[in-house]
Structures are given as structure tokens and as C-alpha cells.
């Protein structure tokens, strides 16, 4: 009697349970089943997506100055230099019609094979940019667009953009695509930061630099017309206009003076010999400006570095990924390793001296 009673009550607590839970009893363990399932296919998607991003990253890593894949990004990088720079010195040959005519079939090819390179490139670059740091977008389309539309991105498509053009427009002249293929010069600006360094030298002191092509203007305008004045009617051919006139100011102060035209009066002596001074000053006031612009970008950039290996000296070790992140600071700043090494001692040094660094 007891045991009818145990069993009674234990299928009363399972009816029980299988209505609270809105489930049948017989199909509980078949739901179990299902939902395993489930998870294991939700996993082999979630695999799935890491393996496409760990594949990205990589393949976006071998396209960077300083990174973790240094073999395989330096070989990548040392490729697509060459390549570079192979198709500057085709591209220059091939306006020689001598040589066009002699090897036309060879650097059709070697264009075509480049082409499809730097389509290659290209179209990894958008895939890859969600991952980049230096790009702006918090999602991965605004990322790729912030890639299309920079200035590394516009030249990377001007780089393969004449030659589609070739067999999209048939009519088109081909000089005009041969100067644009010249474009492919700029893509260098990947492997350097000359070019950064150039702008963010002049932005620093665009001020100065403003000021001094203010009197570049001012001295181009006084000069010429005060040139017109006095050599028009000497001269009506030569200085015909105060636009043409221009020409003469422009390479007399920039103190190259072609000798073409040339001032024959006494006035026009004394006011070419005017423009030659005026233009000695505003030229090394505009190289003085952009050399001590260069040089703070080079000041600031080596007290970042030296303010980053100041932090990693604190604890007096310094870690593998402190050490990473240096060599990543030290190589897109184009530090030597021996500069590198040297502020390296002499802040352990003085950390020894002093008690801190």
C-alpha cells in the first residue's frame, strides 16, 4: 500500500511539473535534444565569425607599417614598393616612342598583371578597414567609407582607374592616362610619413606660413605692376599686360630667372633688382618657416616616444606587450633602433641616479 501510494504521488509531481512547464512529458527530453542542437549550431556560427575576423585582422595587419605579422607585412610591403616603383620607371619609358613601339606587347602585360595587384589591394584594404585604428566610424561601413574616401584610399583607386578607363572609354587620350597612371607615385605615402609630416609641419605654423605668402603675393602684384609701368611701352611684347607680366615676377622671385624677359629701362632695372631681393626673403622666410615646422614634428614626435618608454620604465619592467606597443610607436615614427636604444639607457640611467625616470 505504501509503495502504490510513492508511486501515485511521484506521476502526480511529474503531470504536475509537465503542465507548469507547458511541456509534454513524453517530448521533455526531445526539447533537450533540440535545444542542444541549437547551441551547437549557434556555436559553429560564432566559430565561424571569428575565424572570418582573425582572418580580416591578419590580412588587414600585413598592409601596416608596424606590425605584429613583421615577416610576412615586410615581404607584403617590400612587394607592392617594388611594384611601385617598377611601374614609375614603365610608365616613363612608355612615353618614349622608341621604346613604346619596341616593347609595346611587355608593358602592356606588366600594366595588366599591376593592375590586377593593385586591384587586389585595393578591394583587401576596404574589407579590412573595420579593423584599423587610424580610421574614423564606429561601424564597419562608416570605417570602409572613411577608408574610400581619404586621400590614401582616392589614390589607391586613381592607381587602377586609367586603365579601366582604357577599356571603358575607348576614345580617351591616352597621355592623359599615362600622367594620371603617375598618380600610383603618391601610393608610396603607405610605407612614409613624409608626406604627414609635411602637412602637419605646415598646419603647426600656418600662421607664419600665411604671413609669408601674403608677402609672396604682395611683392608678385607690386612688382608686376610697377614692371608694367615702367617697361610697357619699351617693351610691348615682353610686358604686354599686368597678368603676363606675372610670369617675369613669378620666376624672379622665385630667384630662378629663365632670362627670357628681362627688364632693358633704368627702372625696370632698379625694379627687377627690387623683386630679386624681395623675393630672396620671402623664399627663405617660407623654407625657414616649413624646416622649423619639420623640425617640432620631429621634436614632439621623439617626446611621445620618449614619454611611452617612461611609463614602461616605471615598474622597472618592461612587459611584452609594453615592449610591442613601443616598437609599434618607434617604427611609425621612423625611429631608429639605435635612437631607440639610446634614450632607452639614458633613462635607466637616470632612473639608477635619480630614483625615477
Avoid at 595587419?61 to 606590425?67: H, K, N, P
Avoid at 615646422?293 to 614619454?307: C, D, N, R, T, V
Avoid at 619592467?317 to 613601443?326: F, G, M, R, T, V
Wanted: net charge neutral; with cysteine.
Amino acid at each position: 500500500m505504501c509503495h502504490l501510494l510513492l508511486i501515485t504521488a511521484i506521476a502526480t509531481i511529474i503531470i504536475k511539473t509537465g503542465r507548469y512547464l507547458h511541456l509534454p512529458s513524453a517530448s521533455l527530453a526531445g526539447n533537450i535534444l533540440q535545444a542542444k542542437k541549437s547551441g551547437n549550431h549557434a556555436d559553429q556560427v560564432t566559430k565561424g565569425r571569428d575565424a572570418d575576423l582573425t582572418t580580416r585582422r591578419y590580412i588587414g595587419s600585413l598592409f601596416e607599417r608596424s606590425s605584429q605579422h613583421k615577416k610576412a607585412a615586410r615581404r607584403v610591403n617590400t612587394f607592392l614598393f617594388l611594384l611601385i616603383s617598377l611601374n614609375l620607371v614603365a610608365i616613363t619609358l612608355e612615353s618614349v616612342a622608341s621604346i613604346r613601339a619596341s616593347w609595346a606587347t611587355e608593358l602592356q602585360v606588366f600594366e595588366l598583371v599591376s593592375v590586377v595587384f593593385f586591384s587586389i589591394e585595393y578591394l583587401l584594404r576596404i574589407w579590412t578597414a573595420p579593423d584599423n585604428q587610424d580610421l574614423k566610424g564606429r561601424s564597419p561601413l562608416r570605417k570602409r567609407f572613411s577608408y574610400i574616401f581619404s586621400f590614401t584610399g582616392l589614390i589607391d583607386l586613381i592607381a587602377i582607374l586609367p586603365t579601366l578607363l582604357q577599356f571603358i572609354w575607348v576614345g580617351a587620350d591616352l597621355r592623359l592616362l599615362r600622367v594620371m597612371r603617375l598618380a600610383r607615385l603618391l601610393k608610396l605615402s603607405h610605407y612614409t610619413t613624409a608626406l604627414e609630416d609635411l602637412v602637419s609641419a605646415i598646419y603647426s605654423e600656418r600662421q607664419a606660413f600665411g604671413a609669408a605668402l601674403y608677402l609672396m603675393v604682395v611683392a608678385l602684384f607690386l612688382s608686376s605692376s610697377l614692371i608694367y609701368v615702367a617697361e610697357h611701352d619699351a617693351q610691348p611684347d615682353a610686358f604686354p599686360s599686368i597678368p603676363e607680366t606675372m610670369w617675369w615676377s613669378i620666376v624672379t622671385l622665385t630667384t630662378v630667372g629663365y632670362g627670357d624677359v628681362s627688364p632693358i629701362t633704368a627702372g625696370g632695372k632698379l625694379i627687377g633688382a627690387f623683386t630679386a631681393i624681395m623675393g630672396v626673403c620671402t623664399v627663405a622666410l617660407l623654407t625657414g618657416i616649413v624646416g622649423a615646422g619639420f623640425s617640432k614634428q620631429m621634436s614632439k614626435q621623439y617626446a611621445e616616444f620618449e614619454h611611452k618608454l617612461r611609463e614602461a620604465l616605471e615598474d622597472g619592467i618592461i612587459s611584452n606587450e609594453e615592449a610591442d606597443e613601443i616598437e609599434e610607436l618607434r617604427e611609425r615614427m621612423g625611429l631608429s633602433k639605435t635612437q631607440a636604444e639610446e634614450l632607452a639607457h639614458h633613462l635607466i640611467e637616470a632612473k639608477r641616479n635619480g630614483g625615477a625616470v
